[in-house]
């Protein structure tokens, strides 16, 4: 079961049915949706699939864990950690509503999740793919001690930068950083 961490600011923890018109309303902001996946825009039926998915999939057959993120009792965003084939490892996803941008609260997600990957999940390596020009999101990562790895390019033209941090690395810190500057989970 995803279990719930906290922040200084944030509360991440399960998704909600009734969270599911917020779910949609961040993925079908173009603001937001440019920068995960492919960059496109998906239906309103497309997202409200994906978010029952996460319900009765994800969940249901703990494939990874997955959180909504709320800042004093509000839905402000979107994160999980994940198996992938792209990099052969656990990745990290991360979207924010455009009103929490420029205060913080993207590393504090960050640290929570990365955390969560090196201790409750026992990792070594987090990863993250960022479109390229998604500056803000390289600048956050990197100032947090991720590594370029490589470029990916796609299909379309675009290029996709692949970022890894290594546990213990003296670069990115260790464990006992991630956790103290991360999250903690809460109950058992």
Known sequence: MTPTLRTA?????????????SFVALFQDRRVCRWLGDGRLATEAEDRALFGRI???VYARRLFDVWAVREGGRYVGHAEIKPTEVVGGHEI???????AWGRGLGT???QAIVGHGFGA??????????MAA?????ALLTRLGFAHRRDIEEADGTTTRWLAVVRGDSRSG?????????ARQVGG
């Open 174 to 182: 260790d464990r006992e950083r991630w956790a103290a500057e991360g």
């Open 55 to 57: 319900l009765t999939k």
């Open 93 to 99: 996803v991360y979207a924010l509503a455009p009103g």
């Open 108 to 110: 504090e997600v960050t």
């Open 121 to 130: 999940l026992g990792l070594g390596e987090v990863h993250a793919t960022v």
């Open 9 to 21: 600011r944030l509360l991440l923890e399960p998704y909600r049915p009734e969270d599911e018109d």
């Open 134 to 138: 998604n500056e803000a999101s390289l």
